[in-house]
């Protein structure tokens, strides 16, 4: 039996926390799920594990389980006291795996430390660290006092792919022995694999990434067969994502605190209500309504152009320190687009650096447009899975892979075959605007996949009566957490 749950991204969240003398609670938001969430899903597969009487199961974390872009660690450093303090700090985690240098390997290593501490983050990873060892806490169990896992520990095996979030994982062996010691696996020499095949049940696990150009190290789209075995380089190259991620949406947040102040922004209810979207907003879907969710502010009730007043210098003085960034050039130049829409969006993404459009007031109905031509213009992931060598020589069933954060079941390969993509989600927030455009509802995202090898009663007779696997997909939201009741804080949200 095999597990697959993907992009937890755990995230050190403390130094986003800020505070004024009025108001020393602050402004706070808490994204990382509580640990109740990973014991109920073990607790599932335990009983998967009985019901399909499973004589082993492979657990596979495929990839972002650790966020090591969305952190201010990247701006500065935490005073000792948890409290940020900036820093000059050249250090940035877009560069290969292979040149990474002493000072970013500490910063990696820190910024792991500073995740695993998370309360939210260490109760998940004690979760997954008592499963390895064969237990777990069953449904309505005891945290403190967990029970023996119907399998014995030897026959359960943790497998940790890196994605694109944590790419760096990979990057030197003290990097990978703090990877190892915090999710409580065994200690080798041996680098993270990318990809997970088994032959029964037929199946190949990725993170996904692979079949996203701005987040890999090639380009696949042109490609007619993608290989099972991916060069290493493109696994360890960095990426537009890398860039995008750090120090344009992380960015975002400390540039705010810089150019505000936090006391400023603490006792403003407008300008608390933007940063406290500004930390949430990479889980908005789709992407084109990103603004419409940090200005719809319907808490504070202002304008949205005024709104836009107090966000636009803070995105002003971002655009100006990176449109000239060599890795932000080079990366664009690199760029080759295949389809029309992805070429328009290019295209209106270089008229912009070219024009420096925000330094002639930055209209807010410009930005919309931009946003709008940048939205949608990838290929669907299970285009890429039908090209995987594996599906197009039907030596594999299953493709199975994540990054996107959108569960899906697609039919890919031949219908004889019944060969299936099945993408993985997120257990991350997702931030959706409602049909008539009048605001946003959060929604907690959990989605796992088990697929069941043709000797388990999971398996399934063929139309040849030969048995062969089957897999199951749960995917789901719940708003059971309780929303912050103000602007000014968000209560930690407790259950699922």
Request: hydrophobic share 40%.
């Amino acid at each position: 039996m095999l597990a697959v749950i993907s992009d937890l991204h755990f995230e050190e969240e403390a130094l986003d926390k800020v505070t004024s003398a009025a108001n020393p609670d602050g402004v706070s938001f808490v994204r990382n799920l509580p640990a109740g969430a990973y014991h109920k899903i073990i607790a599932r597969l335990a009983d998967e594990v009985m019901r399909n009487k499973a004589t082993h199961l492979d657990v596979v974390l495929a990839g972002d389980v650790f966020d090591l872009h969305r952190t201010l660690l990247w701006f500065g450093k935490d005073d000792g006291a948890g409290r940020f303090q900036p820093t000059p700090d050249p250090v940035r985690p877009y560069v290969a795996n292979t040149k990474v240098t002493p000072d970013l390997e500490t910063k990696i290593v820190d910024i792991l430390d500073a995740i695993a501490k998370e309360e939210r983050v260490a109760g998940a990873l004690q979760a997954f660290k008592l499963l390895w060892q064969g237990l777990y806490v069953p449904k309505g169990g005891d945290p403190s006092a967990p029970e023996q896992f119907p399998l014995a520990a030897d026959c359960i095996r943790a497998v940790y792919l890196p994605g694109n979030h944590d790419r760096l994982a990979n990057a030197t062996p003290k990097i990978q022995q703090r990877v190892r010691h915090h999710l409580g696996l065994p200690e080798t020499d041996a680098p993270f694999l990318h990809t997970h095949t088994s032959d029964d049940p037929r199946v190949i696990v990725r993170h996904g990434h692979e079949y996203d150009a701005f987040n890999f190290g090639t380009d696949y789209s042109r490609k007619t067969s993608i290989p099972s075995s991916i060069p290493e380089e493109h696994y360890e190259a960095p990426t537009f994502g890398d860039f995008v991620t750090v120090d344009i949406v992380g960015a975002l947040p400390w540039r705010m605190r810089r150019h505000y102040g936090d006391e400023t922004i603490v006792d403003t209810p407008a300008l608390a209500a933007i940063y406290l979207r500004l930390l949430e907003f990479d889980d908005v879907r789709p992407q084109s309504r990103l603004l419409d969710f940090v200005l719809g502010t319907a808490d504070t009730n202002p304008r949205q152009d005024e709104q836009w007043n107090l966000l636009r210098p803070v995105l002003a003085g971002l655009l100006d320190d990176v449109c000239d960034h060599p890795f932000l050039r080079a990366s664009i130049a690199r760029m080759k687009p295949v389809g029309i829409k992805k070429r328009l969006a290019l295209l209106a993404v270089k008229a912009a650096i070219r024009s420096r459009v925000w330094r002639r007031a930055l209209p807010l109905g410009v930005m919309r447009s931009l946003m709008g031509q940048l939205e949608g213009a990838g290929d669907a992931p299970a285009t890429y899975a039908h090209r995987e060598h594996a599906i197009q020589h039907g030596t594999t069933r299953f493709v199975v892979a994540g990054h996107t954060h959108n569960p899906d079941v697609v039919p890919v390969g031949q219908a004889s075959r019944e060969q299936v993509f099945i993408d993985t989600g997120t257990w991350r927030n997702k931030v959706l605007p409602t049909v008539a455009g009048e605001g946003f509802v959060r929604l907690k995202s959990l989605t796992y996949v088990t697929v069941y090898g043709s000797t388990e009663d999971g398996g399934r007779d063929a139309d040849d009566s030969v048995r062969q696997e089957s897999f199951d997909f749960w995917s789901g939201f719940a708003e059971k957490w309780p929303e912050p009741t103000n602007t000014k804080t968000n209560p930690a949200t407790e259950g699922i």
